[in-house]
Structures are given as C-alpha cells and as structure tokens.
Nanobody
C-alpha cells in the first residue's frame, strides 16, 4: 500500500501564493506520473497539473502561467506552487500518483482564496 500526505493548504488573499506538497510513503516500487487535481464546491474534480517521472509537465488552461508543478524523485514528493491566486482557485486540492501497483489519491487539502 501507498500513502499520500498532502500539506500546504490554507486561507490566502487574492493575488497571494501557496505551495502544496504531497509526499508518498509505504510500499513504493516505482512512481510514474504525479499530479494535482482540485474540486470546487458543486463542481467535478478537474486536473490542475501533472508531471511525468522525466519532468514533462501539463497544466490546465486555468492555471497555466500562474502555477508550477515539480517533483523530487528521491523524496517521492510532488509540489504545486500557485501564484496570483484568484477566488475561483478555491477548492480542495488532491494529489494523485501513478505507481507500479496502481493509482493512489491523497485525502485533499483545502485552499481558500478570499479577502
């Protein structure tokens, strides 16, 4: 089994920044893609950003240019740096990893953008 521990969420003012972290632990053989999704109240979960083991990235149009996804393979950790945050970025953010044994999700961390 693989466990994911997310951190870094919280309340931030519009225009502010946050850095989310997600560390994987447990029976890890090999991690492929690592990514972040979010779910706002009343909406479906959507992709925010994903990074491959080789470092290739893909972003949702809504966060492109304002967010950076990165990973530390030695620490089995993925990060999401979000800048110029907007109220519409308010959501629960989930990390997801694609590991040799399957896909795993974190429990989510709440990001609230409000003045």
């Amino acid at each position: 089994q693989v466990q994911l521990a997310e951190s870094g969420g919280g309340l931030v003012q519009p225009g502010g920044s946050l850095r989310l972290s997600c560390a994987a632990s447990g029976s890890i053989f090999s991690i492929y893609d690592m990514g972040w999704y979010r779910q706002a109240p009343g909406k479906q979960r959507e992709l925010v950003a994903v990074i491959t083991r080789g470092g290739n990235t893909n972003y949702a149009d809504s966060v492109k240019g304002r967010s950076t996804v990165s990973r530390d393979n030695a620490k089995n950790t993925v990060y999401l740096q979000m800048n110029s945050l907007k109220p519409e970025d308010t959501a629960v953010y989930y990390c997801k990893i694609q590991e040799y044994s399957g896909d795993y999700w974190g429990k989510g961390t709440l990001v609230t953008v409000s003045s």
